[in-house]
């Protein structure tokens, strides 16, 4: 079975651009959620999504949006970009809602703002 | 609001031999999972071992083991027989429990580089 999966795997843009990152869950997975990880650092938290509803959203500035769709892929949005943007953004499933035991990561996205 | 704190930002052992990563925690709440995630140099990070705070067993995954203290708020990551592949980011990782305040989402300290020697 497919794990969980990302695209674009690397993006370059320049600072007060858009951005949008793209998730899919594995088969089967309700949820989804997204980190930002800071070169030297562990993942921050940004959004939960279960059952296309937003069911967390950790400390970040509104220029940071997400979504999910019906079929649970979910997209990352980041709009006037920012030098500090430049991270790992992780996208990570579970089976089922916010409680579950396990969230299962993909590779990340390796976004560069220059 | 809870927090994870990993003193050890590198590690080494050699090959065969036994590593401990330490990881401390602050939560006020009595309800909560802790994980230890590995992240190798290709990023994708996977879950090594969970413990759940009201069990007081230690968990154990083949060669992954766990000391949880939960008076001392420190849970700590044993690799034993260590091998090359167990190079790695090792993230220690809490989760508030069903009636808690994260609502499921992870809280990650800021990692242990572990490197083994052959």
């Known amino acids: 079975d497919a794990g969980v999966t990302q695209s674009p795997t690397h993006l370059i843009k320049t600072r007060g651009q858009q951005v949008t990152l793209r998730c899919s869950p594995i088969?089967?997975?309700?949820?989804v959620s997204w980190y930002q990880q800071v070169l030297g650092q562990g993942p921050q938290f940004i959004f939960q999504?279960?059952?296309?509803?937003?069911?967390g959203r950790g400390n970040f500035p509104d220029r940071f949006s997400a979504r999910q769709f019906p079929n649970y892929s979910s997209e990352l949005n980041v709009n006037a970009l920012l030098l500090g943007d430049s991270a790992l953004y992780l996208c990570?499933?579970?089976?089922?809602?916010?409680?579950?035991?396990?969230?299962?990561f993909g590779p990340g996205t390796r976004l560069t703002v220059t | 609001a809870q927090t994870v704190t990993q003193s050890q930002p590198e590690m080494s052992v050699q090959e065969a031999e036994t590593v401990t990563l330490s990881c401390t925690y602050d939560t006020s709440e009595s309800d909560y999972y802790l994980f230890w995630y590995k992240q190798p140099p290709s990023r994708q990070m996977i879950l090594v071992i969970r413990q759940e705070a009201y069990k007081q067993q230690n968990a154990t995954e083949n060669r992954f083991s766990v000391n949880f203290q939960k008076a001392a708020k420190s849970f700590s990551l044993k690799i034993s027989d260590s091998q090359l592949g167990d190079a790695a980011m090792y993230f220690c990782a809490y989760r508030s429990g069903p009636y808690g305040g994260s609502q499921g989402n992870l809280i990650f300290g800021k990692g242990t580089k572990l490197s083994v020697k052959p």
């Open positions: 990570a499933s579970s089976i089922t809602g916010p409680l579950s035991y396990e969230q299962y």
């Open positions: 088969s089967g997975h309700k949820s």
């Open positions: 999504y279960y059952e296309k509803e937003e069911r």
